[in-house]
């Protein structure tokens, strides 16, 4: 008797079971599941913030660059300053270089140990770079006082030329080390 009591109770508790599943959420709840379903879906990529958030006025170089402006012929923040050299002006056909140099400011040292990098590529057609990548090896100069690269471009066709890229860095005091992993360097000349 036991026996068949059991099981009588097993079928009532599946039977409840069964007939929960099949009962649909009320409205407002279904609604705020998928609430909760689309704030806790994975993020793929990073986005930029609002544009309220944005800190004001200061931008920065990479801030620039992710806006498409392109930033001026230096940078500057406390611990160093990033000048850009160009031409003025190149012949089509001809090789013509910039410089980027790094000086670090007010106490600080470049940090030679960390691995300074550039990596560049074409704002759009009509130049050809001699290299895209340079690491601190490629450095024209790295000392404490300084780091430099030089970049050998060729404009292919008239008209104004972009070439943008980011630069890798690290400046030091004995306390402390300032990092700038992606530092957006870019300029234009004009080929005729």
């Known amino acids: 008797m036991f ?11 599946w ?7 099949e009962k649909k959420p ?22 930029a913030p609002p544009p309220e958030s944005r800190r004001a006025p200061a931008r920065s170089a990479a801030e620039a660059c992710a806006e498409g402006a392109r930033p001026g012929s230096s ?13 003025s002006s190149c012949k089509v056909g001809d090789a013509a ?3 980027i140099q790094v000086v670090p400011k007010s106490g600080y040292k470049m940090n030679l140990k960390f691995p300074s990098e550039l990596s560049l590529k074409k704002g759009g ?11 601190k090896g490629d450095a024209k100069e790295l000392t404490e006082a300084t780091l430099r690269y030089e ?10 030329k972009v070439v943008q890229g980011e630069l890798g860095f690290s400046v030091c005091t004995p306390k402390v080390c300032i990092t700038e992993p992606d530092l ?4 234009e000349v004009v080929a005729q």
């Open 97 to 99: 270089r910039a410089e």
């Open 15 to 21: 039977i409840f079971a069964l007939s929960a599943c």
């Open 151 to 160: 970049v050998t471009f060729t404009p292919t066709s008239a008209g104004t």
């Open 184 to 187: 957006c360097v870019a300029w």
């Open 75 to 87: 940078y500057s923040k406390e611990q160093f300053e990033v000048t850009i050299k160009v031409p």
């Open 26 to 47: 009320p409205q407002g709840a279904e609604a705020q599941g998928a609430d909760m379903a689309s704030m806790e879906a994975p993020k793929a990529r990073r986005t």
């Open 125 to 135: 057609d009509g130049v050809t770079l001699a290299k895209e990548s340079y690491d």
């Open 3 to 13: 026996r068949g009591q059991a099981v009588t109770l097993l079928a009532i508790v």
